[in-house]
């Protein structure tokens, strides 16, 4: 389908209609300056990191040429609403996780992460040699938008509770916020499920407004202060085992690039998911004995939760399979992983199970 006429027909031509014409690029002696609206209050660790990170690649490799204008949340529009206005030429780029746009097209998710998804490595397998890449560029294009993964937060956390999760049972009732489709996994168990801007997590969690919630892991989590109204942590997630972050232009702005200037928001983004993924990964241990050492409860959920998150996930991924490009982009990933965990689970999780076996930690 011609992408103008899907926007026409779609829950976004409205507000793509709506929103400002996009604005004249701004130039100065050669130099451009594209403004970026993000998902992240300024600070936040990890996702504001990376995109403070592609914000300072960028202007490095293009020697000061190339420049971005990082906006926050409200400085420009909402945290969820950056998805339209880069559609629609309000801005020309955005930096968030795409899952929050499922609504737009259920797809995006994998440009995020899955329930029972790949982790970073196999995320970073499928889009940069599984077809990834060019399945993120088919669906930009019936949304103005061109994808680059640019950051990746490792494996997610379970999430802050008030109380231990002792069986599926016990998310009936609970108000609980997680994005994606790992949120409509937790409403067939029947959470209350929310999708709440990050700038808003703590206020909601401490007032009651939510039960529960999941956010990054221990660096993020720890800097959000979860910790000063919540004390049960589950370390383990069945919904973000591998969560990138992306960068997204709007595609007229990027069919107007240069080359070069492609080439530069193209290895700044890569660069921004190696960079930032290693500090992400590395801070993530001492940011945890942090946690614990200030009372927090540290948990697994038992295997039959696990079965529980399971069978819920196989159903919402199922109900989207009428969708064609959905069921493509499913098809390549779930290839992808198959290939990359064939040889994995022979060689990197075997030599880390053996090793903490002969070492411990």
Do not use: C
Not at 315 to 331: C, L, W
């Amino acid at each position: 389908m011609d992408r103008r006429s899907f926007l026409k027909t779609s829950t976004l031509g409205g507000s793509a209609v709506a929103a400002t014409a996009l604005a004249a690029p701004a130039y100065a002696q050669g130099k451009r300056t594209l403004t970026m609206v993000t998902s992240w209050p300024r600070g936040f660790a990890v996702l504001d990191d990376a995109a403070s990170y592609l914000v300072a690649y960028t202007e490095a490799m293009s020697d000061g040429q190339l420049t971005i204008d990082k906006k926050a949340p409200g400085e420009l529009v909402g945290a969820l609403e950056v998805f339209d206005a880069v559609s629609s030429g309000q801005a020309d780029m955005y930096h968030s996780a795409d899952y929050y746009f499922i609504g737009q097209h259920p797809g995006y998710a994998y440009f995020t992460a899955v329930p029972f998804g790949g982790t970073a490595q196999e995320v970073t397998n499928w889009y940069e040699h599984g077809g990834g890449q060019q399945h993120h560029d088919a669906l930009g294009e019936i949304f103005n938008l061109k994808g680059m993964l640019a950051g990746n937060s490792g494996s997610q956390s379970g999430g802050w509770f008030r109380k231990e999760i002792n069986s599926a049972d016990d998310f009936n009732g609970l108000k609980f916020r997680m994005p994606g489709l790992g949120g409509k996994v937790l409403g067939k168990l029947g959470a209350s499920v929310q999708n709440i801007p990050g700038g808003e997590l703590y206020q909601a969690l401490s007032s009651g407004a939510l039960d529960g919630l999941e956010w990054v892991g221990p660096m993020a989590d720890e800097r959000a202060g979860f910790q000063e109204v919540a004390k049960v942590y589950y370390t383990a997630g069945f919904h973000e085992p591998g969560s990138a972050l992306s960068a997204n232009v709007n595609l007229d702005v990027w069919n107007d690039l240069t080359p070069q200037q492609k080439a530069i928001l193209q290895g700044a983004s890569r660069a921004t998911t190696y960079v930032q993924l290693a500090e992400t990964l590395s801070s993530n241990g001492a940011a945890l004995a942090r946690l614990q050492q200030q009372g927090v409860k540290t948990l697994q959920f038992s295997d039959d939760v696990w079965d529980a998150f399971g069978k819920a996930s196989a159903e919402v991924m199922d109900e989207n399979m009428s969708d064609e490009i959905f069921a493509d982009i499913r098809n390549s990933f779930e290839t992808s992983l198959a290939n990359s965990a064939s040889w994995i689970n022979k060689s990197d999780a075997f030599y880390v199970k053996q090793r903490i076996r002969v070492l411990g930690g």
